[in-house]
């Protein structure tokens, strides 16, 4: 989900799995930041470096940034895996105003 209200990307731990980082690994390898959320509660989230990639169509569109991302034990059950400004500052970003389907986020690159 794109959270243009969150200033970082936020991903559930269960993709640092994915990833092949466990648990141990991301408190043993992240920086720990100090992250609020809406209702004002405070913790401490460990952040990796990770490259992500948005497959585009056709494949050759596709488009690379490596951000570092916080990783919060059950946020893909409550909110989602967020992707915050720190992704958006990356691509020139448009939102249609249309709303009938299909709904398009286009993300380029000048």
Known sequence: MLDTGSG???????????????????????????????GGGARNVPFIPVQLTILGSPPDARLSVELSVGFVNGIAKTVGNLLGRDFLHHFDTAFPHSASPPRRLYLGRA
């Open 8 to 38: 970082v990307s936020l991903f559930d731990t269960e993709a640092a799995l994915q990833l092949g980082v466990s648990g141990s690994d991301l408190m043993r390898m992240g920086v720990l930041v100090p992250i609020t959320g809406i």
